[in-house]
Antibody, heavy 117, light 107 residues
């Protein structure tokens, strides 16, 4: 069974950074792209970008180009997303999602990030 | 970027009824459209892909249709567990974009 287990909730100060993890089980992360999605209840879902864990290639939505950095560790079958220069606008729940041809067919449970002074 | 316009934003319906949600793409997405269901506090779940293909394990009361720029999600015989927010998403090109969501509640 494919499962994506994300790291726990985070509380950060404005201007700091945070690194979220997404550990896959039931498949090898090198077999599929891993996408990351931002969710804020009043703003819906926003696509952040993807990483190909096999070769580290990444692609980002323009809005997140300077905000997010996607990496992967194939030895631990884990994908990561670092968010930098945090502001209140980054307060959200972040999901990792495995994709098959662009369709997100398995999702992590989400990781809550709260940015507050 | 392809813009996805989803309507309605809110929908109130009775158990056993059928509902439809529409999604309009700003350009032809050639059927590369998915529908997701998100229950409060949970991760979205894939319902439909390639506009009309039902994801494994999803009840047959969910169906999708459409082509070009216009797509529809239909839920027949509405059940209590269908109360959720529904999103469309295109995957014709990058960046991927989602509709704004339709919040479905029981009347």
């Amino acid at each position: 069974e494919v499962q994506l287990q994300q790291s726990g909730p985070e509380l950060r100060r404005p201007g700091s950074s945070v690194k979220l993890s997404c550990k896959a089980s039931g498949y090898s992360i090198t077999d599929y792209l891993m996408h990351w999605v931002k969710h804020r209840p009043e703003h819906g879902l926003e696509w952040i970008g993807w990483i190909d864990p096999e070769d580290g290639e990444t692609k980002y939505a323009q809005k997140f180009q300077s905000k997010a950095t996607l990496t992967a560790d194939t030895s631990s079958n884990t994908a990561y997303m670092q968010l930098s220069s945090l502001t209140s606008e980054d307060t959200a729940t972040y999901f990792c999602a495995k994709t098959t041809t662009g369709v997100m067919d398995a999702w992590g449970q989400g990781a809550s990030v709260t940015v507050s002074s | 970027d392809i813009q996805m316009t989803q309507s309605p934003s809110f929908l109130s319906a009775s158990l056993g009824n059928s509902i439809t949600i529409t999604c309009h793409a700003s350009q032809n997405i050639k059927g590369w459209l998915a529908w997701y269901q998100q229950k409060s506090g949970n991760a979205p779940e894939l319902l439909i892909y390639k506009a009309s293909s039902l994801q494994s394990g999803v009840p047959s009361r969910f169906s999708g249709s459409g082509s070009g720029t216009d797509y529809i999600l239909t839920i027949s015989n509405l059940q209590p567990e269908d109360i959720a927010t529904y999103y469309c998403q295109h995957y014709q090109s990058f960046p991927l974009t989602f509709g704004a969501g339709t919040k479905l509640e029981l009347k």
